[in-house]
């Protein structure tokens, strides 16, 4: 693969990335990778056969002097008036490279003489020299062109003097923040011929660069005048131009600087190591159930299935004559909770959604925790949804009657069946004698000679259907507890569920994107 496809390969990874962090990083993140994006693509455009390289530098420093004496003819002007270059300049040697200058943007352009100050130049051949306005011109518009072109160009020679070499505006505005492109910067001192010592200056210069995060740099004295120097800057030129590799480790700082911008608070600055990615730690996600829990009424939507449950197996199951006085009391489901439309349901699935947030959050970086913020804010509402369906949930466990309650119900209309066949005796009794004057005696039998039978059904009826009443209320009230305790499991299961495909997927969605985007910057860096 050539340095050309790995390139567009990466700055592909880029574009990925930005569409991952757009929204979720702050735009003054965002944004100036968006913009490399189109220009590395801009760069690859033109091919990495030619080299650009700016000569760029404060007002005075020979700067346009230096441009002449390295073009081999005078083609940017000079003088003592400042600012001197009011426009860029650029120098070709070779042909092709007029649609690069075009996206470049400049419009002076000067073929370079056959041969230059140190003969032929042929070995300059694919050269694109720029002479930069001054960056600390008073004339707004140059700085505006300094600062564009020095996004553009492969690469940088900074031309200073023994005057300005120091200038806090050099290191601080421009030097500082291109620390990361240190490989694609040279550095000039000029007008060395003025110096009775240039080796201290070019030293200090150095150690300055060094301070600003420039390592290794070295700095080249030359006398743009005298033309000292002049030799060795020629060929500084030579070897950039036959390594042909400028444009392409321009383009690689500027994905790296970007990466490192996208990717910046992934990595904790206390121990060194990538943050924690976890979604939820396990007891932050029993915090969060338990949370929906209290906010769906799960305890008490358990405990009115099991009022449920007893009344309508008292029902079932109780002596019949009591019946009556349990049917017009109110229902049990009825009041079962509605989070849906509960205030305080609101409020607590809101405080158990802004905990998680903030347990997450607080693991992750300013534009990833606001994210995640956002993600659950926005699942209040179908949280509240998901638990919505609790009462239904339980209202469909209450209903649920067990076998044994149909055969008491059966031995209970036995018993009642025998207390009515009893009383309707005793009353057919009474009735024959009183108005037919029959002699009932001869037709009832008798029990132990004393006790009719009539009497004995009436009586064992009743007694049975309340010994039976008072024997189910044993399983009634273990079967409550038990059904109370499967409800509520069931209840917390579903709310977990509602926890899970609410809450914990958004999280997951979120920074499963925070990880997509960390490969993909592994891509952008050259790692991928």
């Known amino acids: 693969m050539t340095a050309h496809d790995e390139l567009n390969i990466r700055v592909d990874a880029l574009a990925s990335a930005v569409k991952v962090a757009d929204g979720r990083l702050d735009v003054d993140r965002v944004t100036p990778a968006r913009a490399l994006v189109d220009r590395v693509r801009g760069r690859l455009r033109h091919g990495t056969t030619h080299t650009v390289i700016a000569l760029a530098g404060p007002t005075g420093a020979g700067k346009s002097t230096l441009f002449n004496a390295l073009a081999g003819t005078d083609i940017s002007s000079t003088g003592v008036r400042r600012p001197t270059t009011s426009s860029t300049h650029a120098v070709i040697w070779g042909e092709g490279a007029s649609a690069l200058l075009d996206w470049l943007e400049i419009e002076r352009r000067h073929q370079a003489p056959d041969t230059g100050p140190s003969g032929d130049t042929a070995e300059l051949d694919g050269l694109v020299l720029l002479d930069l306005p001054d960056f600390d011109s008073t004339e707004?518009?140059?700085?505006?062109?300094?600062?564009?072109?020095?996004?553009?160009?492969?690469?940088?020679?900074?031309?200073?003097?023994?005057?300005?070499?120091?200038?806090?505006?050099?290191?601080?505005?421009?030097?500082?923040?291109?620390?990361s492109h240190s490989e694609v910067m040279r550095f000039v001192l000029n007008?060395?011929?003025?110096?009775?010592?240039?080796?201290?200056?070019?030293?200090?210069?150095?150690?300055?660069?060094?301070?600003?995060?420039?390592?290794?740099?070295?700095?080249?004295?030359?006398?743009?005048?005298?033309?000292?120097?002049?030799?060795?800057?020629?060929?500084?030129?030579?070897?950039?131009?036959?390594?042909?590799?400028?444009?392409?480790?321009?383009?690689?700082?500027?994905?790296?600087?970007?990466?490192?911008?996208?990717?910046?608070?992934?990595?904790?600055?206390?121990?060194?190591?990538?943050?924690?990615?976890?979604?939820?730690?396990?007891?932050?996600?029993?915090?969060?159930?338990?949370?929906?829990?209290?906010?769906?009424?799960?305890?008490?939507?358990?405990?009115?299935?099991?009022?449920?449950?007893?009344?309508?197996?008292?029902?079932?199951?109780?002596?019949?004559?009591?019946?009556?006085?349990?049917?017009?009391?109110?229902?049990?489901?009825?009041?079962?909770?509605?989070?849906?439309?509960?205030?305080?349901?609101?409020?607590?699935?809101?405080?158990?959604?802004?905990?998680?947030?903030?347990?997450v959050a607080g693991r992750l970086e300013p534009g990833w925790a606001t994210a995640v913020r956002d993600d659950m804010r926005s699942a209040q509402p179908e949280v509240l949804d998901g638990l919505a369906k609790v009462p239904l949930r339980a209202a469909d466990a209450a209903r649920d009657q067990p076998g044994w309650w149909s055969i008491v119900a059966w031995l209970q209309r036995l018993a009642a069946l025998t207390a009515v066949v009893g009383a309707l005796w005793l009353l057919a009794m009474i009735i024959g004698s009183a108005f037919f004057r029959i002699d009932t005696d001869v037709l009832t039998p008798m029990i132990n000679d004393w006790l009719p039978l009539p009497t004995l059904l009436v009586g064992v009826g009743l007694l049975l259907g309340l010994v039976i009443a008072l024997i189910a209320r044993v399983p009634l009230n273990v079967g409550a507890k038990r059904r109370s305790s499967r409800v509520r499991k069931e209840l917390h299961e579903h709310v977990a569920s509602v926890a899970d495909t609410t809450v914990v997927a958004s999280l997951d969605a979120t920074l499963a994107d925070k990880r997509e985007l960390r490969r993909l910057l592994e891509v952008v860096r050259g790692n991928g």
């Open 140 to 179: 707004r518009t140059h700085q505006m062109e300094v600062d564009r072109l020095i996004e553009l160009v492969d690469l940088l020679i900074w031309v200073v003097d023994p005057q300005k070499y120091a200038d806090q505006s050099l290191h601080e505005q421009y030097l500082r923040p291109l620390r």
């Open 191 to 359: 007008k060395a011929d003025t110096l009775a010592n240039p080796a201290e200056v070019v030293a200090d210069y150095e150690a300055r660069l060094a301070e600003d995060g420039i390592s290794n740099a070295q700095v080249l004295a030359v006398s743009a005048t005298s033309g000292d120097g002049i030799a060795a800057a020629s060929s500084l030129l030579r070897s950039l131009v036959a390594e042909r590799k400028a444009a392409v480790a321009r383009l690689d700082a500027d994905l790296k600087s970007a990466a490192d911008e996208l990717g910046s608070g992934s990595i904790d600055p206390a121990t060194g190591s990538l943050r924690d990615d976890d979604v939820l730690t396990k007891a932050e996600r029993i915090d969060l159930i338990e949370g929906f829990g209290r906010a769906a009424g799960v305890d008490s939507a358990a405990d009115v299935v099991a009022a449920q449950y007893l009344r309508d197996g008292a029902l079932a199951t109780g002596w019949p004559a009591s019946k009556w006085v349990r049917k017009i009391r109110k229902t049990p489901l009825r009041s079962l909770p509605s989070p849906a439309a509960s205030s305080m349901a609101t409020a607590e699935v809101g405080v158990a959604l802004r905990d998680a947030a903030e347990a």
